[in-house]
């Protein structure tokens, strides 16, 4: 007998046809990602803290998380872009020992003529009636009362006193002192005679701890992260569970997006201090959104993009419902970022915000010198979605066989596995899907020239394989030298 069978006993001999169906070879590993939502709830959200939960909807993580917290306008940023990808969240409750950030509205004239005051909290409007007799008290609780009837995502609640407004953040912690507050952001009137000064939001601190990621994530793929806590203690736990995931034998990374908001000093400083692969940081510049709603809108822009082909430039990608800063699109200092291990994103003319370029933190080996083998976000993910393609192909093809080093006359049919096969595998994978199929790599002789694989030596039911595949690379610049003439040449 020539074939091997799994379920048809050899020893039969009671008459009929008997067909075993065999779809061990017919799957095509294809598969929906899953994308975590990290942040900060409220109290009178109903979801476990410290817990994934998965979210159906953008209600749904109001419910969980409380209406006007972090994590529910996260849920909505990314919804907005993505509704294909399943949806999770990862939420902290606000460090108990922590300090909410707070700014100012103070009314100081009273408007001479009636009209409306435009107000917009993180891109937020907040639209007030403005009457000509309204004292500037009166006014400021106006303001106030608007603010806290603005809707359910409005990150701040509002008192007024004796004129002036005092804003508080949701939350405690960091995340407040980058909620942005500001006046006809469309450039609206303002009432004729009404003088109104803002006070940046500040003096939020307090970050929930990070706690143990591994235990709080579990056995769940989740292929794209958003952080919207992005301190220091938060960025450096996820980067090393980043780390631990996308090694064996976990061999399950994800790609974690996050965002910064403030000046290039800050931005440069706080990329200079950072070595993550598998963490890309944007700067926000002074942009009207926060940190939390631009790090959900990148990831659900991305992500998508990423997964449909991981060598990808990004350029151009938009991000909608986020405006931008024309400011962050300054030449040197996007430059000078990109060599600091921070991401830019650019602002079209109408305000509208894409991205430019996702790098990853990773700037530099353990002795300190420069390398940039893990620039583009791509890189991790490319690696990843080639050790899988490896991974799946070959427990498809090779799992329930036998080792042996090489085929010595077995007759066909046999589930043997050998060097060669492991070889002609590797081989076909590359050319045949790889780069011919899905064009994430290329040099199909140089990566055939170096495959080596072996059976172990020690361990015969074990084949060891070392490849070397050329993986693109997004394409970003294109560089030309015109070198012009205004005579004819005598040649």
Request: charged fraction near 20%.
């Amino acid at each position: 007998m020539t074939i091997t069978y799994n379920e048809i006993p050899q020893a039969l001999r009671y008459p009929g046809a008997y067909i075993e169906i065999d779809g061990s070879m017919a799957g095509l590993s294809g598969d929906l990602p899953v994308v975590l939502l990290v942040g900060q709830k409220l109290p009178e959200g109903d979801a476990p803290v410290g817990e994934v939960i998965r979210v159906a909807s953008i209600e749904d993580a109001r419910k969980k998380a409380g209406a006007g917290s972090m994590l529910a306008q996260m849920a909505a940023r990314y919804r907005n872009v993505d509704p294909t990808f399943d949806l999770w969240l990862l939420p902290y409750a606000d460090n108990p020992a922590g300090v909410a950030a707070s700014g100012e509205i103070t009314v100081s004239t009273a408007a001479t003529a009636s009209g409306t005051l435009a107000l917009y909290v993180a891109q937020k409007p907040v639209i007030i009636g403005i009457g000509a007799t309204d004292t500037p008290v009166e006014t400021a609780t106006a303001i106030a009362a608007a603010v806290n009837a603005a809707g359910p995502d409005m990150p701040v609640t509002a008192s007024a006193d004796a004129g002036t407004v005092t804003l508080t953040a949701r939350h405690k912690g960091t995340s407040g002192n980058a909620i942005d507050l500001r006046l006809s952001l469309f450039g609206e009137a303002i009432p004729a005679g009404l003088t109104v000064a803002l006070s940046a939001m500040t003096g939020g601190a307090g970050d929930p701890l990070p706690g143990d990621l591994p235990a709080m994530i579990g056995q769940h793929w989740f292929r794209y992260v958003a952080l919207g806590i992005n301190d220091a203690a938060t960025l450096a736990a996820w980067h090393a569970e980043s780390q631990r995931r996308y090694k064996v034998p976990v061999q399950a990374g994800f790609r974690a997006f996050a965002a910064f908001r403030g000046d290039f000093e800050a931005a440069a400083s706080m990329g200079e201090s950072k070595n993550y692969e598998h963490l890309a940081t944007a700067w926000l510049g002074f942009a009207p959104p926060t940190p939390w709603e631009a790090a959900a809108t990148i990831c659900a822009a991305a992500a998508p993009r990423l997964y449909n082909n991981p060598v990808i430039s990004l350029e151009g990608t938009p991000l909608p419902g986020l405006l931008g800063d024309i400011a962050s699109n300054d030449f040197s200092q996007g430059n000078s970022l990109l060599f600091k291990g921070v991401s830019l994103l650019e602002t079209g003319k109408d305000g509208s915000l894409y991205i430019k370029r996702l790098i990853s933190m990773y700037q530099y080996r353990s002795d300190g010198s420069a390398d940039d083998a893990w620039l583009d976000i791509n890189v991790a993910e490319v690696m990843e979605r080639i050790r899988y393609e490896q991974r799946i192909g070959a427990i498809q093809r090779f799992r329930g066989t036998v080792a042996a080093k090489t085929n010595e006359g077995y007759r066909p049919g046999l589930p043997i596995t050998t060097e060669d096969s492991v070889r002609a595998y590797l081989l076909s994978l590359y050319k045949h899907a790889l780069m011919a199929e899905y064009g994430w790599v290329q040099a199909y002789d140089y990566y055939k020239a170096n495959l080596i694989v072996e059976q172990d030596p020690d361990n015969p039911s074990r084949f060891n394989f070392k490849d070397a595949p050329v993986i693109n690379s997004p394409f970003y610049i294109l560089a030309g030298r015109s070198q012009f003439k205004k005579a004819v040449p005598l040649y």
